[in-house]
């Protein structure tokens, strides 16, 4: 069933939804790949919902790929992430609880390009130089946090 939330919107409207969302962040050389979203302006890593029946691995995955370019070899589980910090109300109006399994992922193949249609633009960015909390999206933060925490122990 493709496009699984977009039929669920068509019949509940904006009204809460949960669902489970997978979310990565390439990285490579001391630095990670984020995207500034389109639909809000803020900077986040790259993912998106589960559809029906598909493994999260794999949305990440196809995520990645349709939202970069980039081809995900292994990923790395940064953690699963709920609570009060992943409830959201996306520009539209749509409210959503998201379960996030968040990923790291060094190993991908290809160069980065932004899609036009969900992304503004795509940066490197220095684990001590990302932008400002405020300038992130609020459902990318857990999983973010996660994996520059995790980044910066290996250094």
């Not at 984020?34 to 598909?54: I, P």
């Not at 959503?96 to 633009?121: N, T």
Request: include cysteine.
């Amino acid at each position: 069933m493709k496009d699984y939330i977009r039929q669920m919107r068509a019949k509940i409207g904006h009204d809460p939804l949960i669902f489970v969302g997978a979310s990565v962040c390439p990285y490579r050389d001391g630095k990670i790949l984020l995207q500034r979203r389109r639909d809000s302006g803020l900077w986040a890593d790259h993912g998106g919902c589960v559809e029906f029946g598909e493994r999260v691995e794999d949305a990440a995955r196809r995520e990645l790929r349709e939202e970069t370019g980039l081809r995900a070899g292994a990923l790395e589980l940064a953690g699963v992430f709920s609570g009060e910090e992943t409830l959201h109300v996306y520009p539209n109006g749509d409210q959503a609880y998201i379960v996030i399994v968040g990923y790291l992922c060094g190993d991908f193949a290809g160069e980065p390009h932004a899609d036009p249609k969900e992304v503004l633009e795509l940066a490197w960015f220095s684990l001590d130089a990302l932008p400002p909390e405020e300038e992130i999206s609020p459902p990318s933060r857990p999983a973010l946090a996660a994996c520059v925490a995790r980044l910066r122990e290996r250094v």
